[in-house]
Nanobody
Framework: VQLQASGGGLVQYGGSLRLSCAPS????????MGWYRQAAGKERELVAT???????KYGDSVKGRFTISRDNAKKTVYLQMNSLKPEDTAVYYC?????????????????WGQGTQVTVSS
């Protein structure tokens, strides 16, 4: 099972982007899902998380501008990013706490996506 993230790209200051992330393969249950980002030369930081029940949490730098949501039927998490700033430029990673079918049984662990680049120009 892999997490497939998409939607990154180049956008101007004040613009918007929407990221999506979903697992490939057989994810049986998905609990918390989230987005993190890592800018060049910096540590990875929390952007937003959402529980299976819809409770959300945001990093201070994105509150009021970004919205995380999920479609449990599609097993997909989204990140709507508005009012983008150059300091939002980073590689964005999705993650999910999932139970997956390994063939020989099931296993619960946290999976990370491959990252998608978001670049905001000034």
């Amino acid at each position: 099972v892999q997490l497939q993230a998409s939607g990154g790209g180049l956008v101007q200051y004040g613009g918007s982007l929407r990221l999506s992330c979903a697992p490939s393969g057989n994810a049986i249950s998905i609990w918390d899902m989230g987005w993190y980002r890592q800018a060049a030369g910096k540590e990875r930081e929390l952007v937003a998380t959402v529980t299976s029940g819809g409770n959300t949490k945001y990093g201070d730098s994105v509150k009021g501008r970004f919205t995380i949501s999920r479609d449990n039927a599609k097993k997909t998490v989204y990140l709507q990013m508005n009012s983008l700033k150059p300091e939002d430029t980073a590689v964005y990673y999705c993650n999910a706490d999932m139970v997956v079918d390994k063939g020989w049984g099931t296993e619960a662990q946290v999976y990370w996506g491959q990252g998608t680049q978001v670049t905001v120009s000034s």
